[in-house]
């Protein structure tokens, strides 16, 4: 990229056919947001349709379950269905419900079995800490102990992974594969397509977190043969802080008993009959374990809508155009400054977020708050940038790099403390 005017990001947004979308949200004045991939603001329409909920509860107290535009007792697969484009998956391969590190749990329970030589978990060594807990937890219940069990594939150069690593530790001893779909610190997006491949041929389950890839990924789960995926929806689906997640399960898998099974994980017909013996639910929603959050699984109602109108593959389209940007603008802007780009390059293997890393990244990032701009610091070094294609224009971008430049330019971060908060 030769041209770093403010013109340039001025005629970008004027050729982006998303940029209506930014109006939808609730932006601070004088603040640039690029922490979405930690927690996506608040937009209208999630207001509105949290709103909605209360009405609905207002209005018709317990009738609510069924009356009303959307009835509380089909939310969950109502949602699924919505969510389902996203991550290509199917009719009834999608249920919106718990936690993501519950979710885990269930599907964990559910899939993985030790048997004669196959009694061990693959993972990665970079992975969330939540989802090593989980497999953690899982292989303990078996009785098995996690420092044998649990394999973690190792890093290369200590930021990425390397699918054919991967895949060699696919042995005979392996049940199951779990690993993330976007690395969360280097912003690193696998060959889902091809791990899922090699686990088929090896006859071996596998599941994906997609935390930080759906909302800004497109996925072809179904096509591709993945086993389950399990993700939030506050980071860039923009459902609200702690709202409920998400889970797919192959409908291969379909008539399984889930391992954790609550009254929602029922066949809706017989339900309400009361029988101490489960009918499971013939789709994604017999993993449910207990009832819908409703005021929590709400605002993604509204959020979905716009996804349906934008289309992830356009979403993704600009994604990569913006990160493309923004590393473009480090690269001219901040050469000589120590900021190293640690997410690869490739748009093939580049999740929504850019990977700064500096030696000073802590203070650099508390100088950007008191400067107008939300970043988001991973220790030891990382500054993660995220774009945010529906509320985040090409000028923010060139905004927040001139800031960062008179940061740098200034040393204004040598007047912070280098140490991180509670919360980073």
């Not at 947001?33 to 349709?49: I, P, T, V």
Request: one cysteine or more; charged letters at 20%.
């Amino acid at each position: 990229m030769s041209d770093t005017s403010r013109t340039y990001a001025e005629q970008l947004d004027r050729e982006d056919v998303l940029a209506s979308y930014k109006a939808e949200f609730y932006l601070k004045e004088g603040t640039i947001y690029m922490d979405g991939n930690s927690l996506g603001l608040l937009s209208k329409r999630a207001e509105q349709s949290l709103l909605a909920a209360l009405d609905s509860w207002r209005t018709y107290g317990i009738d609510g379950w069924t009356e009303g535009e959307h009835p509380w007792f089909y939310y969950a697969e109502k949602l699924g269905a919505l969510m389902a484009p996203l991550v290509g998956a199917g009719d009834g391969e999608v249920v919106v419900t718990g936690s993501t590190t519950t979710n885990l749990h269930q599907l964990v329970a559910t899939f993985y079995h030790p048997e004669g030589k196959r009694t061990k978990i693959l993972a990665d060594e970079l992975t969330f800490p939540s989802d090593i807990y989980a497999l953690q937890s899982q292989i303990r219940l078996h009785g098995l102990d996690p420092q044998v069990h649990l394999i973690q594939v190792k890093s290369r150069d200590g930021r990425t992974l390397n699918e054919d690593d991967i895949i060699a530790a696919m042995s005979d001893e392996v049940a199951l594969v779990l690993l993330p779909s976007v690395l969360y610190r280097s912003g690193q997006l696998l060959d889902i397509e091809r791990l899922s491949a090699a686990a088929r041929e090896r006859n071996i389950l596998i599941g994906f977190d997609l935390c930080h890839s759906i909302g800004a990924v497109s996925h072809e789960l179904s096509r591709w043969g993945v086993d389950f995926a399990v993700w939030c929806n506050y980071k860039y689906l923009n459902a609200g802080p702690g709202s409920v997640a998400g889970l797919y399960v192959n409908r291969r898998h379909f008539g399984r008993t889930p391992a954790l099974a609550g009254w929602f994980s029922s066949n809706k017909d017989v339900q309400f009959d009361m029988s101490h013996q489960l009918t499971p639910a013939e789709h994604a929603g017999a993993y449910q374990i207990g009832t819908p959050h409703i005021l929590s699984a709400a605002p993604l109602m509204g959020s979905l809508s716009m996804f349906v109108e934008a289309g992830i593959d356009r979403l993704r389209a600009k994604s990569l155009r913006m990160t493309q940007y923004l590393m473009d603008l480090v690269e001219s802007e901040l050469s000589g400054m120590g900021f190293v780009i640690g997410n690869p390059m490739e748009h093939h293997r580049r999740g929504g977020h850019v990977c700064l890393i500096h030696e000073e990244a802590v203070r650099i990032c508390k100088a950007l708050k008191d400067n107008g701009v939300v970043p988001d610091f991973r220790a030891p070094d990382v500054i993660r940038l995220a774009p945010i294609p529906l509320y985040t224009s090409f000028q923010d971008i060139w905004d927040m790099v001139q800031r960062l430049k008179a940061i740098m330019t200034e040393k204004q971060y040598e007047r912070y403390e280098k140490k991180r908060g509670v919360v980073a």
